[in-house]
């Protein structure tokens, strides 16, 4: 006898799937937190060193190109 829970279960994961693929939901990235890390370290080299700075802009740079990059390939 085949055991209908599982069934039941893999049945709700896949329509779960299906909606999630209809409503185009973009995939988890961490370019947003990247992206919040390089403003982060922008303000702190303001008060501190320029270099934290340049490192900030390099890493605000990189985070948007790779979250538009993301979000144009889906």
Do not use: C, K, Q
Not at 8 to 22: G, I
Request: glycine content about 10%.
């Amino acid at each position: 006898m085949e055991d209908t829970s599982m069934t039941r279960a893999a049945d709700l994961t896949h329509n779960e799937d299906d909606r999630v693929r209809e409503h185009g939901l973009p995939h988890e990235s961490l370019a947003p937190i990247t992206l919040a890390a390089g403003i982060g370290l922008v303000g702190f080299g303001v008060l501190t060193s320029p270099v934290y700075s340049i490192v900030g802009i390099g890493t605000i740079a990189w985070a948007l190109a790779t979250w538009i990059r993301e979000m144009l390939h889906e």
